[in-house]
């Protein structure tokens, strides 16, 4: 397996988005909070939030938030997520 390389700044900007993020998320019942940064082809930057829900399985994962974000906005020609989980 090949070894990593560094991230490049937007990466890290990125990632930083998705830990941000990260704070807003919604897991009272796990704990475990996740944030994601969706990255479109113009620069603009979507951002999403896991939110769980009692009915367990019918939460949402921060991924597919910030898609959505990035399809109502309009978006097309997504290029990069970052996604940041707990430590």
């Keep these: ?4 390389r560094p991230l490049s700044a937007e990466e890290r900007r990125l990632f930083e ?10 897991a009272p019942y796990s704990g475990f ?5 969706l990255l479109s082809e113009s620069g603009a930057v979507f951002l999403g939030g896991n939110v769980e ?4 399985p019918v939460g949402c994962c921060a991924e597919r938030n910030a ?3 990035a399809i109502t906005a309009g978006a097309d020609n997504l290029t990069a997520i970052a996604i940041c989980g707990n430590d």
Excluded: D, H, L
Excluded at 1 to 4: I, S
Excluded at 17 to 26: D, G
Excluded at 53 to 56: E, F, L
């Design 17 to 26: 988005q998705a830990a941000a993020v990260r704070q807003n998320a919604y």
């Design 1 to 4: 397996m090949a070894a990593a």
């Design 33 to 37: 909070t996740v944030g994601a940064a």
């Design 53 to 56: 829900n009692a009915a367990y």
């Design 67 to 69: 898609i959505g974000a």
